[in-house]
């Protein structure tokens, strides 16, 4: 039974099927506080630094529905504190964004934090929709030049800046993300952009500049696809710590 083990005065009612890659039970990078993450299986890019190229494809063994993932979270609420939540990832949580708002919508109904991590790529009924639901985004913007956008992501800046304009519109708290890749956007020319796009949308109240890393490498050789970007160096701590020095916020 999808009660057993509920407290008493939940609400658990919606029966959308969703593609799920994997759960991570109490993760501490995926927004704030602790939080339950869910990450979607099925991605509309193919960006060059991916970590997870197993989330491609829209197929999955693992179905669930919004009342199983959030009765699933329900059993680590008390950890959730104050910040905490449920974060769906990817993969691009976009892509289901029906499943996603059923997850979302139940979430609040039982008294849990929604945030949704995203490429921003997608803007259409269905995410204007599940952004409703949306306590927080956290929106990767990849590159700050367009033609960096397309060869290593498949999409353009527009995309993540039209999503981006939507949320600033809705009043939605936004961690903005970028992965620092050097010889792609590790200069200071790249965060002056950054900083102008904060300026210009006060929602964005948070910045993360993430480092480059190959560990996932053994993903595509399992995969038997070639890594884009393997070639590249990690960049270095002080390398990571000059750039957010220069960062606004």
């Not at 990817?90 to 289901?96: K, M, N, S």
């Not at 010889?183 to 964005?204: A, F, G, P, V, Y």
């Not at 910045?207 to 070639?231: G, H, R, S, W």
């Amino acid at each position: 039974s999808y009660q057993q083990n509920i407290p008493r005065g939940y609400v658990i009612m919606s029966s959308v099927v969703g593609q799920v890659h994997s759960i991570q039970s109490l993760g501490t990078v995926d927004g704030p506080g602790l939080r339950f993450v869910v990450f979607l299986q099925g991605c509309n890019l193919r960006c060059g630094c991916c970590h997870n190229p197993d989330t491609w494809e829209m197929h999955s063994d693992k179905q669930f529905t919004a009342e199983e993932i959030v009765e699933k979270a329900l059993h680590y609420k008390e950890y959730f504190g104050e910040k905490g939540g449920i974060t769906l990832s990817g993969g691009e949580p976009l892509l289901q964004a029906e499943f996603g708002y059923e997850i979302f919508k139940l979430c609040h109904e039982n008294g849990i934090n929604t945030c949704l991590d995203t490429s921003g790529s997608i803007l259409n009924d269905k995410v204007k929709k599940l952004l409703t639901e949306t306590d927080r985004a956290l929106l990767d913007i990849k590159y700050t030049d367009d033609d960096l956008y397309i060869k290593n992501v498949g999409c353009s800046l527009e995309k993540p800046m039209e999503f981006l304009y939507y949320l600033n519109e809705h009043e939605i708290p936004v961690t903005l993300r970028q992965v620092i890749i050097p010889t792609l956007n590790d200069n200071e020319e790249n965060i002056e952009k950054l900083n102008e796009i904060i300026k210009n949308h006060s929602c964005i109240d948070k910045v993360e500049l993430l480092p480059f890393k190959k560990i996932c490498q053994t993903k595509y050789d399992n995969m038997q696809i070639p890594f884009p970007m393997a070639n590249i160096p990690v960049p270095t701590k002080d390398e990571m710590n000059m750039l957010k020095k220069l960062l606004i916020i």
